[in-house]
């Protein structure tokens, strides 16, 4: 559906649920919405994921951590939500890795406190690769882990993952289920009838379109009580906000673990191998002003170099290897806790006028978010029943057996198939009429031509940001810079009708 076409039918048709914001949570509760035969609409007002949902820690987790809270139940449900992530939902976008927690003399754990731990973490987890393993293995896993005081090592299984590619991978299931999906497209009001909501006033392309919902979920992240105030300017906050700043290195070589850096009885951070660099963070910090004004500071950078150097030798974590730094926002219950032990629970408000606010969480469990949210407003929508079996994303299903159009290198096709899964060929498609398509972006990085087409034609792209920074990881490399911008510019220019379209 081109651009032009999806904003005819947000004004057009009258649609059974209208999901404001296009993060994780409310691309997943469109596309389980969609998935059970509602009519959905599905709006973003900057991209999608473009928020909180593409600047996580890239981590599909248990939450080791959460156990020393005594969040038992939160550790099992993300772990069931893990599994299914990783060998049904999403296989190509979330994949198993060890994780190490290093154990050093000056160090808050005693080992026999840790192997209690990773045992309980890893039954939850239904996993076998659990226990303490000792500092000489440690160090072949992790090179650069610093071996001074270093007494052992414990040892379990989480996984990564392409945050950003996850959230448009439910954005596209949302679209193949029906739903009617549209970025920059900001709500500005919100269109009581009797005292309920009923739809929106959404802002898009320079007009104002009036769209008719039986029922609105506000989904909107850290602007969810900005929402909120559109149908009662009085209502109290319901959320606070912690921001989280992570740092990209360049990695001399490989990992083939991840580590789990403790610096308290509750505080961790992470040393994460992803796309051929090393993930650092995060800092876990109130935010108090604006959602837009949140940014990395230098102290801020700092402090994740700092705290990576209590597990890593120091010529690792150099700031000279610095290839990007992020930031986002976190969305927490409103309480008296420090952000650090604040638990990551959802926050879901019935406010009088019928809107639905869904916040917080974690990334791990989006899916059963969007479920529980459902079941929230089964009765008024109709629904039976609600089938929680997990169903695979776009691009999940076929892996052994994706056959590519053209022939490309070892290299390129895993790196496709680790973005786009058995939705590859589609990708490589238009390169059978324009080989230049399979050029590289960059020399410095796997990235092709035919994936800044596609992301415009086939993933709601907009912009060259939009490019670099979410559809492929170019600018989480540090190469978005003006050359590369005017090359993709000059790509979409010539193949994206849908993207021009959506400047006009």
């Known amino acids: 559906m081109t651009r032009a076409r999806a904003l005819e039918e947000l004004a057009s ?108 973490y890893s039954t939850l987890a239904r996993a076998r690769l659990n226990g303490l393993v000792p500092a000489e293995r440690a160090l072949r896993m992790v090179p650069g882990l610093r071996p001074a005081g270093l007494r052992r090592c414990g040892l379990y299984v989480d996984c990564v993952t392409n945050d950003s590619r996850l959230t448009l991978a439910n954005v596209r299931a949302a679209a193949e289920s029906g739903a009617t999906v549209v970025n920059g497209a900001a709500v500005s009001a919100l269109r009581l009838v009797g005292g309920r909501v009923r739809g929106a006033d959404v802002v898009a392309d320079g007009g104002t379109l009036a769209v008719s919902a039986r029922t609105v979920v506000n989904a909107a992240g850290p602007w969810v009580d900005d929402v909120r105030r559109l149908a009662d300017a009085g209502v109290e906050p319901s959320i606070r906000l912690s921001k989280g700043v992570h740092v990209l290195l360049s990695a001399a070589t490989p990992w083939s673990a991840a580590l789990t850096i403790p610096h308290d009885k509750v505080r961790v951070s992470f040393a994460v191998p992803w796309e051929g660099m090393l993930l650092l963070g995060t800092t876990d910090t109130l935010h108090e002003g604006d959602p837009e004004a949140v940014v990395a500071e230098q102290a801020d950078v700092e402090s994740v170099l700092a705290e990576a150097a209590v597990a890593l030798e120091e010529p690792v974590v150099r700031p000279e290897h610095i290839r990007a730094v992020f930031a986002g926002l976190r969305v927490l219950p409103q309480s008296g806790r420090e952000t650090t032990r604040a638990r990551r629970e959802t926050v879901h408000i019935r406010d009088s006028s019928g809107l639905l606010t869904v916040a917080g969480g974690k990334l ?73 398509l399979l050029e590289p972006l960059t020399p410095d990085a796997p990235d092709i031509a035919a994936q800044a087409v596609y992301a415009a034609e086939r993933e709601w792209a907009r912009n060259p940001e939009d490019i670099l920074r979410r559809r492929t990881t170019l600018a989480l490399r540090g190469l978005a810079g003006a050359e590369l911008t005017r090359r993709v510019e000059q790509l979409i220019g010539r193949h994206g009708e849908p993207l021009l379209a959506s400047r006009q």
């Open 13 to 120: 048709r009258d649609f059974d649920l209208l999901v404001v914001g296009g993060g994780i949570i409310g691309a997943g509760i469109a596309a389980t919405a969609a998935r059970h035969g509602l009519a959905v609409a599905l709006v973003e007002r900057g991209d999608f994921g473009g928020e909180t949902s593409s600047a996580s820690s890239k981590l599909v987790h248990g939450g080791l951590r959460y156990l020393r809270l005594g969040d038992v139940h939160l550790v099992r449900e993300a772990h069931e939500e893990r599994r299914h992530l990783m060998t049904r939902v999403a296989p190509h976008l979330v994949r198993p890795m060890p994780f190490l927690l290093p154990l050093y003399d000056s160090g808050p754990y005693r080992p026999a406190v840790v192997q209690a731990g990773i045992a309980v």
């Open 364 to 436: 791990t469990t989006y899916r059963r978010i969007a479920l529980d949210t459902l079941e929230r407003l089964r009765s008024e929508l109709g629904l039976h029943r609600i089938d929680r079996q997990p169903w695979p994303l776009p691009g999940a299903a076929g892996l052994d057996r994706v056959s590519l159009p053209v022939e490309v290198s070892p290299t390129l096709r895993t790196h496709l198939l680790g973005l786009y899964g058995s939705l590859a060929p589609e990708v490589l498609e238009p390169a059978l009429a324009d080989p230049t």
